[in-house]
């Protein structure tokens, strides 16, 4: 007998129609460091007037954005800033962006601005430990710091900081325990930072720093031992 050359129809599943829901907002993000005890936010706070959600939200993506392609945030920071000049937050990233694309110059800039706009604010005494930094004064950093070495004793009457503000502070202390040949505690705020966000480029400068000087190190006391040596065989 002959076979039908007619294909059977198979039945088609139609997908179900996908609802389409509107984007959400990324909702504010707190951590808690396990070696301190305060909680960490991603939120743009500590304005002088209320932050619009759009902005807000935007800032948070800004963060993400600034640690993977921090040249493509300058721009609209600057634009921020120029419509919201008292926004802490915004001088900290832009500042932060100018740092990770080594433009020392803006860097200081920004810094400066930032710290005659908001002298008493964490971001105001980072700032001009920042531009110690920069400059090369390290021994400042402790007295413009009021000799504080933990975070959370840089503003005992809050609970809550900015993920910005306790990573400035884990580089500027780091920086600082660094060139001051103090390795363990330089390391010990490396492991801060990566606690508070383990893909900051911060981490990535404060390690470059603190391999760079050890390596200088050790090629010392690798020419200081040779001298000895050649010194006790003659």
């Known amino acids: 007998m002959r076979k039908s050359s007619r294909r059977k129809k198979t039945p088609i599943n139609v997908p179900e129609r996908e609802t389409i829901l509107p984007k959400k907002v990324r909702p504010e993000v707190k951590k808690v460091i396990k070696t301190s005890t305060f909680s960490i936010s991603w939120d743009p706070m ?7 959600d759009e902005l807000r939200s935007e800032l948070i993506d800004l963060y993400f954005k600034l640690q993977k392609k921090p040249a493509e945030t300058i721009e609209r920071l600057k634009e921020i800033i120029t419509e919201n000049p008292d926004l802490p937050m915004a001088y900290n990233f832009l500042y932060t962006a100018y740092l ?15 710290k005659e706009r ?3 604010f964490v971001f105001g005494k980072l700032a001009s430990a920042e531009e110690a930094l920069q400059a090369g004064n390290f021994q400042e950093i402790p007295h413009i710091l009021g000799n504080i070495t933990k975070f ?13 503000e306790a990573l400035n502070f884990a580089y ?18 490396i492991e801060d930072m990566r606690q508070i966000d383990p893909k900051s480029h911060f981490i990535k400068k404060l390690e470059s720093h603190f391999n760079k000087v050890n390596k200088v190190g050790i090629f010392k006391r690798a020419l200081n031992r040779f001298k000895r040596n050649k010194k006790d065989s003659n």
């Open 118 to 120: 908001f002298p008493e």
């Open 46 to 52: 500590y304005s002088t007037r209320k932050v619009e």
């Open 100 to 114: 990770a694309e080594d433009e020392k110059q803006n860097a200081m800039d920004i810094i400066r601005k930032a």
């Open 152 to 164: 959370r004793d840089i503003n005992p009457s809050r609970d809550t900081f900015h993920i910005v």
């Open 172 to 189: 500027v202390m780091g920086r600082y325990c660094v060139e001051n040949k103090e390795s363990e505690k330089a390391q010990k705020y």
